[in-house]
């Protein structure tokens, strides 16, 4: 099927890892034109860039390092975009915070990290692609922010700093969609359950095998399977769902 995506222009927050990484191969892979964004890492997003111009091209990607928890590098962030490309018509937020702690043990600094990446950069993100679009009369952007089954569940392995953040993303998803519904702009969130490539970064096979006795399917999910249904969520394909958080974690949250 072909989603539409040629030649559309997409900032992938969070862009240099994991799912954030295969998403911005696979809308490559689509032919759109991709900014990467991404706080730290420089080896990652430099070689998830070389990755997405091996698939696309010279000009079809570039990467961007900014804090989104930040107004002002939000800012710079997008004028990037802009500069390069002309317009922006795709914001997918998929930067995370995962700390571990139990409740009673978790440091205010630490809390209000992990709520300024996973729901201050979406709000940040969020506010800034909408004000340009409704300025400018542009119809049919889509943006896609990621939250969590956690989200619903709540954890279960002392995370829940990010767990209530996702639950942030949960509503505020809903309340802007609703807000720029008649302006033409797209707004949905996605639910991963446990999702990586096992035995690379953070998931090592003690842990995956942990993770999976909670996933009804038996498997942890690749970043490959979630970037093939949010290149749909973000492409003029989806046509008529707005505020929608989709389900996808193997069984792990089933609504």
């Known amino acids: 099927m072909d989603l539409g995506l040629k030649d559309k222009v997409a ?15 696979r809308l490559v892979e689509e032919g759109a034109k991709v900014v990467i964004a991404y706080s730290s ?10 990755d997405m111009i091996a698939a696309g091209g010279e000009g079809c990607a570039y990467k961007f390092k900014a804090d989104t ?8 962030l997008f004028n990037f975009v802009l500069e390069k490309f002309g317009g922006i018509d795709i914001l997918i937020y ?7 702690n139990k409740v009673v043990d978790i440091p205010l600094a630490e809390w209000q990290r992990c709520i300024a ?13 909408g004000n340009y679009w409704i300025k400018k009369g542009q119809k049919g952007g889509h943006i896609l922010n990621f939250a969590s089954q956690a989200a619903f569940k709540g954890s279960t392995t002392f995370h829940a700093h990010y767990a209530a953040s996702k639950a942030g993303v949960v509503a505020f998803t809903v309340s802007f969609a609703k807000e720029v519904a008649k302006e033409g702009i797209y707004v ?3 639910a991963p359950g446990m999702t990586a490539t096992v035995g690379k970064g953070w ?6 095998e942990y993770y999976k006795t909670r996933i009804p399917m038996g498997r942890i999910g690749t970043p490959e399977e979630m970037a093939d249904i949010v290149a749909f969520l973000v492409s003029p ?4 769902m707005i505020g929608a958080t989709v389900d996808v974690s193997g069984g792990m949250l089933c609504r």
């Open 11 to 25: 900032v992938v927050v969070g862009g240099s890892s994991n799912i954030g990484r295969a998403c911005s191969l």
């Open 41 to 50: 890492n420089d080896q990652k997003a430099d070689e998830s860039l070389a």
């Open 69 to 76: 928890s930040q107004e002002d590098q939000v800012d710079k």
């Open 94 to 100: 998929s930067a995370m915070s995962w700390p571990t």
């Open 117 to 129: 990446v996973n729901l201050d950069g979406v709000f940040l993100t969020n506010r800034w692609l």
């Open 188 to 190: 949905n969130s996605i």
């Open 203 to 208: 998931l090592t096979e003690e842990k995956a």
């Open 237 to 240: 394909k989806n046509s008529y």
